[in-house]
């Protein structure tokens, strides 16, 4: 039986000498197939399953296996060969997406993330922190973990006066300072800016949500929160998300090589 899907390709990995397993997140859901012969030089299929890429598949099916028959690409969100702290990240963001995707109703949410934030990042015109955070707020509320805003969770407070919140992340909601209790690895100081962003970032509709401008230092801030808070609630690390930390802290001239290497694979 044969069908036509459309999809973001999430992974590609090499399996024998010329055929590649790929995984792609579809509205209905993840898909794995083998694209047989895609690593031969005359492949026609191999720009359509390339990592990042949104195409269209014609997937044979036999038994429970898939087979490519054609992949067509139809936009393109990070290209291979862009700087190696965008590539990190986007790699990142698919390891989550394959993660998060248990179903087609998670499925149709988190590939649309996933895609914005994949189209955001490919302009490389905003802080790569800043998206990847943005993109973890807003991933956990698709996911139903979406922090309780509104007034301390304790009091009943608007935090009208207050200049530092806590964030408590097993709970996903923030206590004002008179509620704050003493030292808690599970809390978080954070600024009222930074509470604001997080409080933006998950409220704003897709096309809005990543247009924020902050100081470096609010951003570190926001940063560290999103990504403790994320990792809290997915219960879980994620090796890609400790190689783009390992590659931003590389010099540029490191940095510029392995682009130049990548080109050449
Ligand atoms: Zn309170």
């Excluded at 949410?109 to 955070?133: G, H, Q, T, Y």
Aim: aromatic share 10%; with cysteine.
């Amino acid at each position: 039986m044969e069908k036509k899907v459309k999809g973001l390709v999430l992974r590609s990995t090499q399996y024998g000498d010329y055929d590649k397993l790929v995984t792609v997140l579809t509205e209905e859901g993840k898909l794995f197939f083998k694209a047989r012969g895609i690593r031969s030089i005359t492949s026609k299929n191999a720009a359509g399953c390339a990592p990042f890429v949104f195409s269209e598949f014609q997937i044979e099916q036999r038994g429970d296996k898939n087979y490519l028959k054609r992949a067509q690409p139809l936009f393109t969100t990070v290209r291979q060969g862009c700087d190696v702290v965008t590539l990190a990240l986007a790699s990142f963001m698919c390891e989550v997406a394959e993660d998060a995707a248990l179903d087609a109703e998670t499925g149709k949410s988190v590939l649309k993330i996933v895609m914005n934030a994949l189209f955001i990042l490919a302009k490389e015109d905003r802080p790569a922190d800043l998206v990847c955070s943005v993109f973890e707020f807003r991933l956990l509320a698709s996911l139903g973990q979406m922090p309780l805003f509104d007034a301390c969770a304790r009091c009943g407070s608007a935090f009208d006066d207050d200049e530092i919140l806590y964030m408590r992340l097993g709970e996903g909601d923030f206590i004002c300072p008179a509620c704050f209790t003493g030292r808690d690895e599970n809390v978080r100081r954070i600024s009222r800016d930074v509470y604001y962003l997080a409080r933006r970032s998950v409220s704003a509709p897709e096309k809005e949500a990543y247009a924020l401008k902050m100081p470096p230092a609010v951003l570190k801030e926001f940063a560290q929160l999103a990504e403790r808070y994320f990792l809290f609630q997915m219960e879980r690390n994620y090796n890609s998300l400790k190689f783009y930390h390992e590659v931003k802290r590389l010099p540029e001239d490191v940095k510029k090589e392995i682009e130049k290497k990548d080109d050449t694979v």
